[in-house]
C-alpha cells in the first residue's frame, strides 16, 4: 500500500499562494469557493467530509481588497477573523466554525450525540483547534516583482531566495 504524503500543498490559482495541510487531511476535506459574505474579494471554503458525507467548514479562507490598516479601521480586528496577512493591498484572513454542525446534533435531546459522531467530532476538534493555526502559518505568496542584484559567488552553493509573508 502506497504512503499518504506527509504534506499536501494547496496551491490557489487566482492569488497564487500556497498553504500546507497534514496528509491525513485529504480524507476528510473538500474545497468549496463559493463567495458567501458581500464585504470579500474571494474566498476558499476548506469543509468537513465525514464518512462520504460533507459539513460545514473547517475553516474558511477569506480575501478582503483592502490594506491591514483598513481592515482594522473597519473593526475586523475585534471580529472572530483571524488576520494571517496582507499582500498586494489585500488582507487574507481566515474564519474558523464557532460551533460544531448542527448535523451532530440529536433532535431529541437537543445535544451534540457523542454517541454516533464522536469520531467526527473529535476529528473536526483536532483540525480546527489543532492543524487551523498552523496551517495558516504556511501561507506563501509568489515571489513577483523582485529583482536580483548581480553579486559575486562566493560560495560553491546556490540557496534559493524564499518568499515570504508580508
Not at 5 to 15: A, W
Not at 31 to 51: C, L, P, Q
Not at 71 to 100: C, K, M, Q
Request: with cysteine; charged share 30%.
Amino acid at each position: 500500500m502506497p504512503r499518504q504524503p506527509q504534506q499536501i500543498i494547496y496551491r490557489d490559482n487566482k492569488y497564487g499562494f500556497t498553504l500546507r495541510f497534514p496528509g491525513w487531511w485529504r480524507a476528510y476535506t473538500v474545497i468549496s469557493r463559493k463567495k458567501t459574505d458581500r464585504d470579500t474579494e474571494y474566498e476558499v471554503h476548506f469543509k468537513f467530509k465525514y464518512k462520504g458525507k460533507v459539513y460545514d467548514d473547517i475553516f474558511a479562507l477569506l480575501v478582503y481588497r483592502m490594506t491591514r490598516k483598513e481592515w482594522l479601521e473597519a473593526g475586523y480586528g475585534d471580529s472572530p477573523l483571524v488576520y494571517i496577512a496582507e499582500y498586494n493591498g489585500r488582507v487574507f484572513a481566515y474564519l474558523p466554525p464557532s460551533e460544531l454542525p448542527y448535523q451532530f446534533i440529536d433532535p431529541q435531546t437537543g445535544d451534540y450525540d457523542y454517541k454516533k459522531y464522536g469520531t467526527a467530532i473529535a476529528i473536526l476538534k483536532r483540525m480546527v483547534n489543532r492543524d487551523v493555526p498552523r496551517i495558516a502559518e504556511t501561507l506563501r505568496f509568489p515571489c513577483e516583482g523582485s529583482a536580483i542584484r548581480s553579486l559575486p559567488l562566493r560560495s560553491r552553493q546556490v540557496w534559493p531566495r524564499k518568499c515570504r509573508r508580508k
